[in-house]
């Protein structure tokens, strides 16, 4: 069966430092993934989606990055925090692109202070 | 723009109440609609609709789409302490889905 796997759940950190929070699958090839934001009180907006390694589409204009290093590994980096940055940070995975549901991994509470 | 709209956005019920949530979108190239439940951390999947007019149902909750009309609704009977939560509503529109901002239910005993 498929698992998806987010670290850390939680994590504080200072602005100006950087991010790098990790989202692996396991059980599946060749999974859409995806990094959402959910700020206090608001749906969760699409930030990266990856159709296979190397391909990153970009939702919105952030200074956060995303890489897929491998089949199964999504990276969501920032090399300076902001304090807009803080939020609860969810990776997801699909098989067929906006049609299946998603997987959500079990989130990342970012608190940037 | 790709659109979803939730409401209500909250709501506050008693034990045995039914309620129905909705959800309308205005999206291009729609492919599903979504239903979630969301508790403390990551959403967890209810239901799936494709087609109108077809009611699914997983015990106290039901859902039904309306495509013409562009919108869904989620239905929960008897609801319990349990059914506290936030409930999300995507439309899954071409590579990705567009999320409503969610209806937080709270459910008093």
């Known amino acids: 069966s498929q698992t998806i796997h987010q670290w850390p759940a939680t994590l504080v950190q200072p602005v100006g430092s950087p991010l790098s929070l990790e989202c692996t699958v396991e059980g599946t090839s060749n999974p859409n993934l995806y990094w959402y934001r959910q700020a206090a009180g608001r749906g969760l907006q699409l930030l990266f989606y990856s159709v296979g390694i190397g391909q990153i589409s970009s939702e919105v204009p952030q200074n956060l990055s995303a890489s897929r290093p491998q089949d199964r590994q999504f990276i969501l980096s920032s090399k300076k925090l902001l304090l807009s940055d803080s939020g609860f940070y969810l990776c997801?995975?699909?098989?067929?692109?906006?049609?299946?549901?998603?997987?959500f991994g079990s989130g990342t509470r970012l608190t940037v202070v | 723009e790709d659109k979803v709209v939730q409401s209500p956005l909250s709501l506050v019920v008693h034990e045995g109440d039914t309620v129905t949530l909705n959800c309308s979108y205005e999206?291009?190239?729609?492919?599903?609609l979504l239903w979630y439940k969301q508790e403390k951390k990551a959403p967890t999947f209810l239901f799936m609709l494709t087609s109108s007019g077809i009611e699914k149902k997983s015990g106290r909750l039901s859902s039904i789409l309306d495509k013409k009309e562009l919108f869904s609704i989620l239905n929960i009977t008897a609801t319990q302490t349990g059914d506290s939560a936030v409930y999300l509503c995507a439309v899954g529109v071409n590579n990705d889905m567009r999320f409503g901002a969610g209806t937080r239910l709270t459910v008093k005993p």
């Open positions: 997801a995975w699909s098989e067929t692109l906006g049609l299946s549901g998603f997987t």
């Open positions: 999206v291009t190239n729609f492919r599903s």
